[in-house]
């Protein structure tokens, strides 16, 4: 449970961090911070 909370936690903050990139980067961002998250999932779920 406490890896599901952590998740949420990173998922939260790469949405904050997403929103304030927002209109820095226009859409490259947004293919960049899925591949992240994806990297991030797929850490968890390894383990």
């Known amino acids: 449970m406490v ?9 939260q903050l790469v ?6 990139l927002a209109p ?3 859409g490259f961002k947004h ?3 899925l591949q992240i998250y994806n990297q ?4 968890f779920l390894r383990h």
Not at 3 to 11: A, D, H, N
Request: aromatic share 12%.
């Open 3 to 11: 890896q599901i909370w952590i998740i949420l936690k990173i998922m």
């Open 15 to 20: 949405t904050a961090i997403n929103n304030i």
């Open 24 to 26: 820095l980067f226009g």
């Open 31 to 33: 293919i960049a911070m």
């Open 40 to 43: 991030i999932v797929y850490l």
